[in-house]
């Protein structure tokens, strides 16, 4: 298997990166062979269309020895296992991607490559570069070394997210959304996943291929899909509408706790005996009443990252809400498409029956409308609540 097999549904953009992989060293050395090969990359597409993973495969094809993307050699190995000395990865863990980050990762990505053919520096999520870590990395994506390449990945299609002086300088590679059927044969022959359940994992995560290898795998994913999709029928007045909201909030904070609390206890604790934390020798005590200030960082940066899990939970919750009203619309027009939550055809006739097309796309409305709002700040207990007051509305 090849670095970029695991794309799937990105025919064109494959072809396009291993043209231009082939070509990388002839560019260098000053050839032009038409390859379109630069030193900065921007992947967009919407969520779950592979952007990291189509820059990672990107990134181990330019270590292939071959040039090629092999998936043997050492080279790719290394960069999809995240351990090439000569590929830097920014995951961002909270709201932003600060600019002492990548002020190391800049300066770090000047020198020549120590083992590998090129620097490569990956930015997942660019659009979070706060505005000072934009300026920084302009400037080194403006006069790169010869051997490096900026691979940037942003979730958006608007062309805002990452700022337009950065992204001029960037060949732009724009992903689709893959087909269900795609992502459920993927399912089948990489994870083995029984047919009937990759299809309908597949269609209930609308191609989003993450989402659907965990509702394949993971009974609590699909225990959350099931309350979140109980919420249409609990919106009986006022103050069901504000426990849906409670509970959908609380839902979402424990999902997030889940993922972040062994993380955030494994980070302390390294931080603590770094800073000589149970010492007992000369000016330990010293020493860590002096560290209150790293810890204090620490603490800032986890509740920065909690914050993200949450919103990320959240949304995904949100975004299986709306397939459901989705559904329903489509049943009331005849629409001859296939349903998102293929498992919900009972209730999704009741709610057609029940309501009016008008009402099912107001409620639709409403909950693209709470994903808005919560991208832009505001409070997410104070949006789910106006969200679930207008579905029950109608």
Same mark, same amino acid.
């Given at each position: 298997?090849?670095?970029?097999d695991?794309?799937?549904?990105q ?9 231009a992989a082939?070509?990388?060293d002839?560019?260098v ?6 390859s379109?090969?630069?030193h ?8 779950g ?6 820059a990672?495969a990107f ?17 790719c190995?290394?960069?999809?296992a995240?351990?090439?000395a ?12 600060p600019?002492?980050?990548?002020r ?17 520096v990956?930015i ?5 570069l706060?505005e000072?870590?934009?300026?920084a990395l302009?400037?080194a994506v ?8 900026f691979?940037?990945?942003t979730?958006s ?9 950065i ?7 724009t992903?689709?959304q893959?087909r ?7 399912l089948?022959?990489?994870d ?5 359940? *990759?299809a309908?994992? /597949? #269609? +209930?995560?609308?191609?989003? @291929?993450?989402? &659907?290898? =965990?509702? !394949?795998?993971?009974? $609590? ?5 099931e309350?979140?999709?109980g ?6 007045g ?6 849906a909201a409670?509970?959908?909030?609380a839902? *979402?904070?424990?999902? /997030? #706790? +889940?993922?972040?609390?062994? @993380?955030?206890? &494994?980070? =302390?604790? !390294?931080?603590?005996t $770094?800073?000589?934390a149970g010492?007992?020798?000369r000016?330990a005590a010293?020493a860590v009443r ?12 986890q509740?920065?990252? *909690?914050?993200?899990?949450?919103r990320d ?9 709306a ?15 296939a349903?998102?939550?293929?498992d919900?055809?009972?209730?999704v ?13 107001r409620r639709?409305?409403?909950?693209l409308a709470?994903r ?23």
């Open positions: 298997m090849t670095v970029f695991h794309l799937v549904g025919e064109e953009a494959v072809a396009t990166l291993r043209q082939a070509a990388a002839a560019v050395r000053g050839e032009d062979p038409g379109g090969m630069t900065a990359w921007l992947f967009t597409g919407p969520p269309s592979g952007r990291s993973v189509a990672r990134a181990a094809a330019l270590q292939c020895a071959t040039g090629t993307g092999c998936g043997e050699c050492a080279g190995r290394t960069t999809l995240g351990t090439h000569d590929v830097r990865l920014v995951v961002p863990d909270g709201l932003s991607i600019v002492g980050q990548v190391e990762l800049v300066l770090r990505a000047a020198g020549a490559p120590t083992g590998g053919r090129w620097q490569v990956l997942e999520d660019a659009d979070r706060t000072a870590a934009a300026n302009l400037k403006e006069e790169p070394p010869r051997r490096t390449v691979l940037l990945c979730p299609l608007h062309p805002d997210d990452v700022p337009v002086t992204r001029s300088r960037c060949r732009v590679v992903l689709r893959p269900s059927e795609a992502v459920a044969a993927l089948r022959e990489r083995g996943v029984p047919a009937d359940v *990759a309908w994992a /597949a #269609a +209930a995560a609308w191609g989003h @291929v993450g989402r &659907a290898r =965990r509702l !394949a795998a993971d009974p $609590a994913a699909r225990q959350r899909r309350a979140v999709l919420v249409p029928r609990r919106l009986t006022v103050g069901a509408c504000f426990e409670a509970a959908l909030i839902a *979402a904070e424990e999902e /997030a #706790a +889940a993922v972040t609390a062994p @993380v955030d206890a &494994a980070e =302390r604790q !390294a931080l603590e $770094a800073l000589g010492g007992t020798g000016g010293t002096g560290a209150t200030g790293q810890i204090r960082d620490l603490e800032r940066r509740r920065s990252r *909690a914050t993200r899990s949450q939970a959240l949304d995904r919750a949100l975004i299986d809400l397939g459901f009203y989705r559904d329903v619309l489509m049943v009331q027009l005849g629409a001859p498409v349903p998102v939550h293929s919900r055809t009972e209730t006739a009741a709610a057609a029956a029940k309501w009016t097309p008008e009402s099912t796309l639709m409305e409403a909950v709470c808005a709002a919560i991208e832009e700040n505001v409070k997410p207990l104070i949006a789910v609540e106006a969200m679930m007051l207008a579905l029950w509305r109608g």
